[in-house]
């Protein structure tokens, strides 16, 4: 009877244990901070992990994050998709800073906003509320395109910002350290030497980027970049 009696009360004990733990599991705390990288830029629109896992928390403009998180959880993070991640235990905190090495490219995440226009600068998209230096685009699926020869020409009269004489093509206010002045020239998403092959019925899109919009180029876009988008068969 004393050893079943004993079983029992040992049966409530771990019950009870259990159902203190799961509450403990989901009573939630709030981790906040900043985050920003060597050069004391903030990092916007980083992705923050808990336990290794994404979350919907976002870090904002100022790279200010505050997340809600289960107070079981043991470790909190930042992750970005050009500089990788860093993560701190939470060992009970409740302000956790991150910095990362070196300097972190703008990031672009899947959070839709009406008021923000998505800009493809080649390598990569970006939002162009968020891009210091202005971006020109053309949108080159207008039928009048079609008259037009050669590439060349439906650049010198369509695409703002741009000198265009015979088969070269300059960006105005483009500061050349190099030897020629003419851009870096991008075909859906990647450098080529020359569009001499590109005629206008083939163009979807014309970009020119210039200053820190083409920074992304490093010094291959110092005399800015011109982004060509090509139709596709669906696009047709």
């Known amino acids: 009877m004393k050893t079943k009696l004993f079983f029992c009360l040992l049966l409530l004990l771990s019950f009870q244990v259990g159902i203190s733990y799961s509450q403990k599991s989901l009573k939630k705390i709030t981790v906040s901070g900043y985050v920003k990288d060597g050069t004391d830029t903030p990092v916007a629109n980083a992705i923050i992990i808990v336990d290794g896992e994404k979350t919907a928390f ?7 994050y505050k997340a809600r998180i289960n107070q ?3 470790s909190i993070g930042v992750l970005t998709q050009t500089s990788g991640k860093v993560e701190e235990p939470i060992n009970g905190r409740g302000r956790i800073d991150f910095r990362f090495e070196g300097s972190v490219p703008i990031q672009v995440t899947g959070k839709a906003d009406p008021e923000d226009e998505a ?13 210091t230096s202005p971006v020109d685009v053309v949108d080159g699926t207008k039928s009048k395109y079609a008259s037009y020869n ?10 703002p910002g741009v000198m265009v004489s015979g088969n070269s093509i300059r960006i105005r206010t483009a500061t050349s350290i190099n030897a020629s002045n003419e851009p870096l020239f991008v075909v859906d998403g990647v450098p080529v030497n020359t569009i001499d092959n590109i005629v206008p019925q083939m ?28 139709l596709k068969g669906s696009d047709k």
């Open 119 to 131: 800009v493809d600068m080649g390598l990569r998209t970006a939002k162009k509320k968020s891009l």
């Open 150 to 159: 050669n590439i060349y020409d439906m650049i010198k009269n369509e695409v």
């Open 72 to 74: 079981g959880s043991s």
């Open 58 to 64: 976002f870090t904002n403009d100022k790279g200010f």
């Open 203 to 230: 163009v979807k899109s014309i970009q020119v980027l210039k200053g820190s919009s083409a920074a992304i180029y490093g010094m291959r876009g110092s005399n800015g970049v011109i982004v060509i988008s090509l």
